[in-house]
């Protein structure tokens, strides 16, 4: 059993910046990749960005390209996304999620291929 653990949510102003962090415990994840969701008020959830299993290959929504960065650092079993310049629309529970196969090249920007998840961490951007 795997247990995901977000943390780093909060409450910010347009143009700040958060930095939002992932811990696995119960499995080691540096055969996995992983990605970060986001699920708005009232929306459905939505891929953020992904990172592979060596950290090597990564890829971002349109919406939030050039202004957050997903990482990993597999010796600590943590997974982490750098949100900056953050904007009202960026408002949501964020979510991160293990791949549910070993090694894939890039995981999935779709929820269905992902076999764990992590409770979520609010994120909330005034104007």
């Known amino acids: 059993q795997v247990l995901l653990a977000e943390s780093g949510g909060g409450l910010v102003q347009a143009g700040d910046s958060l930095l939002l962090s992932c811990l696995a415990s119960?499995?080691?994840?540096?055969?996995?990749?992983m990605g970060w969701f986001r699920q708005p008020p009232g929306k459905e959830r939505e891929f953020v960005a992904v990172?592979?299993?060596?950290?090597?290959?990564?890829d971002y929504a349109d919406s939030v390209k050039g202004r957050f960065t997903i990482s990993r650092d597999n010796a600590l079993n943590m997974v982490y996304l750098r949100m900056n310049s953050l904007k009202p629309e960026d408002t949501a529970v964020y979510y991160c999620?293990?791949?549910?196969?070993?090694?894939?090249?890039?995981?999935?920007?779709?929820?269905?291929?992902?076999?764990?998840w992590g409770q979520g961490t609010q994120v909330t951007v005034s104007s």
């Open positions: 999620a293990a791949d549910s196969i070993m090694k894939r090249p890039l995981p999935l920007v779709g929820p269905n291929g992902y076999a764990y």
């Open positions: 119960g499995r080691t994840l540096g055969s996995y990749g």
């Open positions: 990172i592979n299993w060596s950290g090597g290959r990564t």
